[in-house]
Structure formats: structure tokens, C-alpha cells
């Protein structure tokens, strides 16, 4: 089957630009999550969407960050305006059900802002 | 929150040798225990994981074993091959939802 699809792979942009990227998940997943996984470090759920209903985005900076799965299918991740620190891989995964097993990454998309 | 806390952070064993890595987690009421492989460049990959009613688990040259009561887990790689060079990250969630990851152990395997 085909994996999470992410684009773009790479990003360069300058601080309080704007930002955004792009997650497919795997066909008939219907839980879509997005991390943050800063160099050195875990990845860090910033939200959660079931369907197209948002579950949790308790660690997302909602001041500059946002998120969308209008259709329960594909999902944009926002940030306006990017800070230094927003440098990061952003991986999206997906999941059957949440509470099902696995969770699948895409290949994330790697932010510099300078 | 959930709080893992994986160790070491970096790990050189000689290819053959065995790899340990450990967890320990901050809410006793998570179940669910996933330990991720990460190439380099590359998305983490499920290798492996456990469930709370379960003490150990195996799969071919790698193992995985929780300890509730003290609230850590670990994995185990055996005769260890340079393809297992990668990062691991354990991480802990309650029922499948939010996972939350450790910070990463870089293994490194000398051929």
C-alpha cells in the first residue's frame, strides 16, 4: 500500500514568513496526527484529527500555528508568522483508528527559518 | 503530561554484542509501549512494541520488556548488525492516543 505522503521535503524561508505544509495520509486512515521533531530531540504532537474533527492540539502554539483536515482525508499544517525556533522536521503520521496499533510516518518536511 | 525519559542518549557497541536501551514513564496509567527505528534522513519505523498486560516480547533479534511497577521498559537488540545503526526512540501512550516520545538513543554499531 502506498505510505504518508508529505510535501514540500524541505522548506527555507525568512522569520515571520509564512509557511505551509502538505500530508496525504495512508487511504482509509482516519486519524491524522502532525508532530514537531526538533533536531536532537522526540517527536512532539502538536495535533491530533479524527476524521475531521480535531482531538487534541493541546501543544500546538495556536497563535501562529494552525491545522486543517476539511474533507477527513489530506491535511495543511500552518504557521504564520515562523519564528527561529519553528526550525524543525514536521512528520505527519496516520493510524487506522486511534487506538488501533501503528501509527505510519510520512517523511516529514524539514523547516529552516533563518 | 506523560513524561519519557529514554537513556542512554548515544550508544557504540561492537557488531555481534547485545544493545540495551531504557525507558521509564511518568503516568502509571499508560498501556501501550512503541519503540521507533530512525535512519538517517529517513521517517521512523514502528520495530516493535508492547502492551501493558504483557511482560515481554520478542521478535526475532530484538526483545522488549516492561516492568509496570517501576514504570520503565526496555529494548534489547542481539548480535547486533551495522543495519541496526539508527536512532531508537521509545515513547508511552494511554490507549493508543497521544504518543509521547523519548528524546532519542543513537546507536551505533562498529564493525
Known amino acids: 500500500e502506498a505510505g504518508v505522503a508529505q510535501s514540500p521535503r524541505y522548506k527555507i524561508i525568512e522569520k515571520r514568513q509564512s509557511v505551509a505544509f502538505w500530508c496525504n495520509p495512508i487511504s482509509g486512515h482516519a486519524t491524522l496526527y502532525w508532530y514537531q521533531q526538533i533536531l536532537g530531540q522526540g517527536p512532539k504532537l502538536l495535533i491530533q484529527f479524527q476524521n475531521n474533527g480535531v482531538v487534541d492540539d493541546s501543544q500546538l502554539p495556536k497563535d501562529r500555528f494552525s491545522a486543517e483536515r476539511l474533507k477527513g482525508v489530506d491535511s495543511t499544517l500552518k504557521i504564520q508568522p515562523a519564528k527561529l525556533e519553528d526550525s524543525a522536521v514536521y512528520l505527519c503520521?496516520?493510524?487506522?483508528?486511534?487506538?488501533?496499533?501503528?501509527?505510519?510516518f510520512g517523511p516529514g518536511t524539514r523547516l529552516t527559518v533563518l | 503530561g506523560e513524561n519519557v525519559e529514554q537513556h542512554p542518549s548515544t550508544l557504540s557497541v561492537q557488531e555481534g554484542d547485545s544493545a540495551v536501551i531504557k525507558c521509564t514513564y511518568s503516568?502509571?496509567?499508560?498501556?501501550?509501549f512503541p519503540w521507533y527505528k530512525q535512519e538517517l534522513g529517513k521517517r521512523p519505523q514502528l520495530i516493535i512494541d508492547i502492551r501493558s498486560n504483557v511482560g515481554e516480547k520478542k521478535d526475532q533479534r530484538i526483545a522488549v520488556t516492561l516492568n509496570k511497577t517501576a514504570k520503565h521498559f526496555s529494548l534489547h537488540i542481539t548480535e547486533t548488525q551495522p543495519e541496526d545503526s539508527a536512532v531508537y526512540f521509545c515513547?508511552?501512550?494511554?490507549?493508543?492516543?497521544?504518543?509521547?516520545f523519548g528524546a532519542g538513543t543513537t546507536v551505533t554499531v562498529r564493525a
Open positions: 503516568d502509571s496509567a499508560s498501556n501501550y
Open positions: 515513547a508511552a501512550s494511554k490507549n493508543d492516543y497521544k504518543l509521547s
Open positions: 503520521a496516520s493510524t487506522v483508528l486511534a487506538g488501533v496499533n501503528e501509527q505510519f
